[in-house]
């Protein structure tokens, strides 16, 4: 369930009665934008009278970021330099952990995530959500005018991506907040990538997730880190989310989608072998035995890659014997309808082997997924 604040109006308490805020901001080479986000932040302690601290999460910039926090002089922010496991999502992820109050936001420090936004976000978690959003996407949301049109769709493609993960309308947002004490009991967390607000809204399973409205302002100082590598490792997140929330259908699916490239290598090489004019059954056989094979590395590559340090050999015999009763349905079906029912015709043999390969799926994805691949084989 979500909910923009703004369509909820919710009862006003006053944050200051929050505990205390920790903001983590994690930076790389934002030397230029942090005396601005500190000013702003500080403007809104003051008005709000609130308890905070920040926490720069930088990775190893060396330009002059921590002489930046230090010219600032506020006693509430400080810097952790990273030097092992760098990345945005592990950064945020360390800045969690050594946040010291019970309410955590999370914001990108080039300005574009306005921290005047910040009571809203913490108002969300009083009036019981227990995770809020600073969203482009709700009502009142917005970006600014010169997006232009690839901007928006990758945007919109990432966003329809994770569709199936989570009904919050811009879960590709870096700005949020969530109470450390859901944080601190989460587990599992294995963020890549940019997206560390989807991984705790999946991870945590939360259900009551609100958003409220932003302006998404583009930044002004420094350059963008989010470059191609950061965005292919997006698609490897949401395999990987895909897989915690959906473990048992994303099973099948891969195995199904394993199985369709089968199909055509399977056809590929039986019509290649009918055109040099082997025998029939021969070439049925061919078919199946080298789709059986590309089957195995893929499943075991992809499908049900927990099991992929296990003994490839060991693994492919089991695999070809747990498959062996898939196999003689496959063959037995499509060699029974070649003769009886479909004798002739364009395509005869390819569609036999299609009504084999149908059969004999079934009792394969039950062999592989709880005989071969099955869990208790992985070493820990
Ligand atoms: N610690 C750390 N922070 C990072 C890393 N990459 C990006 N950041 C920070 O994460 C925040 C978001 O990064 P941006 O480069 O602004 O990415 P973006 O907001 O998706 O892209 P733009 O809209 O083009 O700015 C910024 O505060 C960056 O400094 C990283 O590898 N490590
Ligand atoms: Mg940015």
Known sequence: MTKAISEHPIDLCDIRFTAGISIIIPTYQEAANIPYILKRIDTLRQARDLTLEVLFMDDDSRDGSVEAVAAAGFDWARIIVRKADRGLSPAVIEGFEAARYPVLICMDCDLSHPPEAIPNLVLGLHSSQQFVIGSRYVPGGSTDDDWGFFRWFNSFVATVL?????????????????????????????????????????????????????????????????????????????????????????????????????????????????????????????????????????NRRFTFSYARREPVLRQFLGFVSASLLGLVVNYAVALSLRMNVLEDGPFALQLAALAGIAAGMGFNFLGARYLVFRKRFVRR
């Open 162 to 298: 994770a569709r199936p993960l989570t009904a919050v309308r811009d879960p590709m947002s870096g700005f949020f907040a969530m109470r450390k004490s859901d944080f601190d009991a989460a587990r599992d967390l294995n963020p890549v990538g940019y997206k560390v607000a989807l991984e705790l809204i999946v991870k945590c399973s939360f259900e009551n997730v609100g958003e409220v409205p932003i302006h998404f302002t583009d930044r002004q100082h420094g350059e963008s880190k989010l470059t191609l590598i950061e965005q292919l490792k997006y698609i490897q997140h949401l395999r990987r989310l895909y897989m915690h929330k959906f473990s048992g259908m994303m099973y099948l699916l891969q195995f199904l989608f394993v199985g369709a490239s089968g199909v055509v290598v399977n056809l590929a090489v039986l019509s290649l072998l009918v055109l040099v004019g082997l025998p029939e059954w021969f070439c049925l056989a061919a078919g199946i035995g080298v789709s059986l094979c590309t089957n195995f590395l893929l």
